[in-house]
């Protein structure tokens, strides 16, 4: 195939943002499609074969649209643009950048960054208990706080209640100072930070003591019903199948439950069954339930989370299948 050559118009204002700091987006586009950009004033020329130029094409229009409408460009948002231009899926990123679920304190807007985040979230409105399962940095947990936030201003529940298992990762901790909210603090430490970004810690703080916001462990759920509320149960991956029975009896009318977990993070005991893969085998065909299973794909953290999130996915799938092959052979 020939070179074939076409433009494209960003404004001056939104070049800087669409080809980074010292061109370092641009140039990713250009080593990812191999195709040449060169800027001229308003005009952006693209040299290279033309099914390439028409990709880099279209993710510039896609990071121009995204800079139009105020977001920051991130690496993660090219990453992510290509990613999707290489399955011609490249127009999905607009779509995703239109489910606004709310506001920082600070103005920032909350938004899915990926396919897998955005069916997330969709899940969230559509069903009353959702299972967010996926590798650190995937949103679960925060994309769940924005949600839970947003339906309590909206008075669609009154009130919020956010747990999580009390287990130490991978650590003994000792008999830790202080009174038993001073020792169950450390372990619902991310809850709060998710609530002080969002809500404010003086909101938080005046609803807490109203009782319409709790964050507490998992062992205090026992004997409870919970109407009315939009509950999370974080970290569910620590959870025995015995404490994640007793939560999902718990929940009333009028609630809403997302549990998140990630089961390549577990800090039970050896040989300690999951509640987590027991529930998500059980429930899995009851209507009402949605089990969205999010990816390396989907981390909207720095990009090199994200490699590493992918390493070790690849390093445990070669190690289950030496273990496997090892079974095989022992049959035999």
């Known amino acids: ?16 943002h ?31 074969e033309e099914g390439q130029a028409q990709k880099a094409r279209s993710v510039l229009a896609q990071l121009t649209e995204l800079a139009r409408r105020g977001n920051e460009i991130r690496e993660q948002n090219v990453d992510y643009t290509l990613s999707l231009a290489m399955e011609d899926q490249e127009d999905q990123v607009l779509e995703i950048d ?3 679920i709310c506001h920082t304190l600070q103005g920032k807007p909350i938004k899915p960054k990926t396919l897998g985040q955005k069916k997330y979230v969709d899940a969230i409105r559509q069903k009353m208990i959702v299972f967010g399962l ?12 924005a949600m839970a936030i947003t339906a309590f201003k909206n008075n669609e529940v009154g009130r919020i209640i956010l747990t999580r298992p009390a287990i130490e990762a991978g650590e003994k901790l000792g ?13 619902l430490r991310p809850l709060y930070d998710a609530l002080y970004q969002i809500m404010g810690a003086e909101s938080f703080l005046k609803n807490s003591e109203k009782g319409l916001i709790e964050v507490a462990p998992l062992a205090y759920m026992r004997g409870r019903t919970l109407d009315n509320a939009f509950i999370i149960l974080d970290e569910a991956q ?3 199948p015995a404490q994640m029975k007793m939560f999902l009896t718990r929940i009333g009318f009028g609630s809403k439950v997302v549990i998140t977990g990630d089961a390549t993070q577990k800090d039970l005991p050896s040989g300690q069954v999951s509640g987590l893969d027991v529930a998500v085998n059980v429930v899995k065909n009851i209507d009402d339930i949605s089990i969205c299973h999010l990816t390396s794909r989907d981390v909207v953290r720095h990009p090199l989370v994200q490699r590493i999130v992918k390493a070790y996915e690849e390093y445990e799938a070669k190690a ?3 273990k496997s092959r090892g079974r095989d052979r022992r049959r035999k």
């Open 320 to 322: 289950e299948s030496k």
């Open 175 to 187: 008999f830790l100072p202080g009174d038993l909210q001073s020792k169950i603090d450390p372990y």
């Open 238 to 240: 620590n959870t025995t």
């Open 98 to 100: 239109r489910d606004m």
């Open 134 to 145: 996926g590798p650190a940095g995937t949103g679960k947990t925060y994309l769940a706080m």
């Open 18 to 48: 669409v080809f980074g700091q010292f061109d370092s987006f641009a140039k990713k586009i250009e080593r990812t499609l191999h195709v040449t950009l060169i800027p001229r004033g308003d005009t952006v020329k693209i040299l290279g």
């Open 1 to 16: 195939m020939g070179m074939n050559e076409l433009t494209i118009d960003i404004p001056a204002e939104y070049q800087m």
